[in-house]
Structures are given as structure tokens and as C-alpha cells.
């Protein structure tokens, strides 16, 4: 199965998290995502993806936006608000469903983890559970807590192989076997919010984003967006992962791990540093 590229006119797109501000590392993909824009000549959009609202920081929207105008970086359009968005993800989620292409589940982790060590495949540390397919044929009397993508039925009622081969501009070919190495993920949580996947993949369509430029770390996510992408019947973008600012510990330099917002006293000096990250990374990456 391949990711075939977009011919349509460039749409990019950022997509930050308000659970903080933007720190040096969020800049670095803003950038990479506006320059790669402008290197094309197309539209750069700008979405707030909100969703898990508990984790969400009161008023940090408000103020990422003040910040890419402090930095020059305007949006060729309307900003959209993942929160406003829960009809649009329903209607997707009812649309999946309604070709049994989602299930409910009644898993709780304990449960989960429980199932994967009789089976004699502990999760790894530091690695995500593939999830064991314990509901797919019911709950058992258990009530769903969650619903979750059946990706095997979904590949397999679309006529397409497990493995899913795609293009990345940066890193080059890749390939995942999701049901085996992420297995039925989840499209809502079991606390009622809408999954990450989901929502990207909606409104990256909604959006028309033609090419998904974003952080290295974000691209174990790429196979799962595009079997969702082919459920929903959904343009698949072209991928382009850039290298990640790591912090003094080594590890990718978060809001999670204390990174500091910036200091936008010099807006310059910062998209002077973030482009020259991304110089160093080699930028221009493969257009």
C-alpha cells in the first residue's frame, strides 16, 4: 500500500497544542512549515488543536497567535479551533462505525497490559502497548469505554495490503505494519475526547492541507493518519519531518520537559536561530 502525493496546490499548515507557548523548539516547525510554504507558493494555515482540553493552558491560544504575529508569521486564512469541531469528528466517527470499521471497547490499561504478558508479549519500556484486539469481536457485557479503528478489516475491505509503504521529503521511504506494530487504535477516548488521529485527519481534509510539514517526533503518527485517511476517503499530503531542537538532557525539548517560552524581545534574533537550526539539519530539505 502506497501513500500516493498530492498534485493540488499547496496547502500547509502549523498546528500547535496550547499547553504552553511556543518555546524554541515549536518555532523551529512553525518556520520549517511557513518557509516550506512560501518555497512553493502556497497558502500557510494555522490550526489550534485543542482537544484534549484538560491538558490545555487558559488563554495560551490567545497567546501563540499573538506570538507568530510578533514574529511576522500571518496565516493565509481563517484559524481553526479543534474545540469547535466535535460535530464534524462525530459524523466521522458515525461514518466508520456504520461500515463496522470501528468497534467499541471496554479496556481499561490494567487490562490491556494484562492481556499483552498472557500473551507473553510485555510492552517494552518506554514503547506504546499494541493493543491486543480484546474487544474487536465485543465487549463481552463489559460498556465500551472507547472506540477504536479496526485497521486489518479496514485495509482488507479496501483491497489494500498490511503494509503500508510512503514518501517522506526529509527521511525518504518508509513503511509500518500498523496492525501488528500499533494494532486498533484509538478514534475517541475513554474520557469522551476526540483521539489526535482523528481529529488531525478530519480537519487536515477540511483544511485542504496538501503538504503536513512538522517535528520528527510526530512521524510514528504518519501510517495510522493515512489508514485513517483512506477509511474517510481523505487526500492523503505529502509528509516532511524535520529534525527536533533537543534539549540540554538530550531529549526533545518540550513544554512536558520545562522548555521555556520565548523571548520575544527580539523576534528576529529567534527566526534567525530557528533558521539556522534548520540550515544545519539541511535545509532546504527535498522539495
Known amino acids: 500500500m502506497t501513500a500516493t502525493p498530492t498534485t493540488r496546490p499547496y496547502v500547509g499548515r502549523f498546528a500547535p497544542s496550547p499547553t504552553g507557548l511556543l518555546h524554541r523548539g515549536s518555532l523551529v516547525a512553525a518556520l520549517a512549515s511557513f518557509l516550506d510554504a512560501r518555497a512553493h507558493g502556497g497558502r500557510w494555515l494555522v490550526r489550534i488543536e485543542d482537544v484534549d482540553g484538560p491538558r490545555c493552558v487558559p488563554g495560551a491560544s490567545e497567546q501563540i497567535l499573538a506570538q507568530l504575529r510578533t514574529l511576522g508569521l500571518h496565516p493565509d486564512g481563517e484559524v481553526m479551533v479543534q474545540s469547535q469541531r466535535g460535530p464534524v469528528y462525530e459524523a466521522a466517527l458515525q461514518s466508520l462505525i456504520a461500515r463496522s470499521w470501528a468497534y467499541p471497547c471496554a479496556c481499561t490499561r490494567s487490562d490491556i497490559e494484562r492481556a499483552l504478558r498472557s500473551a507473553g508479549t510485555p510492552t517494552p519500556r518506554h514503547a506504546s502497548a499494541v493493543y491486543p484486539g480484546t474487544c474487536r469481536l465485543g465487549t463481552q457485557g463489559k460498556t465500551g469505554r472507547s472506540w477504536r479503528l479496526d ?3 479496514v485495509l482488507r475491505d479496501l483491497g489494500l495490503p498490511p503494509v503500508l509503504h510512503w514518501h517522506d521529503r526529509h527521511l525518504g521511504e518508509q513503511t509500518q505494519e500498523v496492525a501488528a506494530e500499533v494494532g486498533d487504535f484509538v478514534l475517541r477516548r475513554t ?5 489526535y488521529q482523528l481529529a488531525v485527519v478530519v480537519d487536515d481534509a477540511a483544511q485542504g492541507v496538501t503538504d ?12 495510522r493518519q493515512i489508514v485513517l485517511q483512506k ?21 526533545k525539548l518540550s513544554k512536558q520537559n520545562g522548555a521555556q517560552p520565548l523571548n520575544l524581545a527580539e523576534p528576529t534574533q529567534c527566526l534567525q536561530e530557528a533558521r539556522a537550526f534548520l540550515t544545519r539539519s539541511g535545509w532546504p530539505f527535498d522539495r
Open 151 to 153: 485497521v486489518a478489516r
Open 191 to 195: 474520557d469522551g475526547l476526540w483521539a
Open 212 to 223: 503536513v510539514v512538522r517535528g520528527m517526533d510526530l512521524l510514528d503518527n504518519t501510517a
Open 231 to 251: 477509511a474517510l476517503g481523505c487526500p492523503t499530503p505529502r509528509y516532511l519531518h524535520v529534525p527536533v531542537v533537543l534539549g540540554q538532557n538530550g531529549e
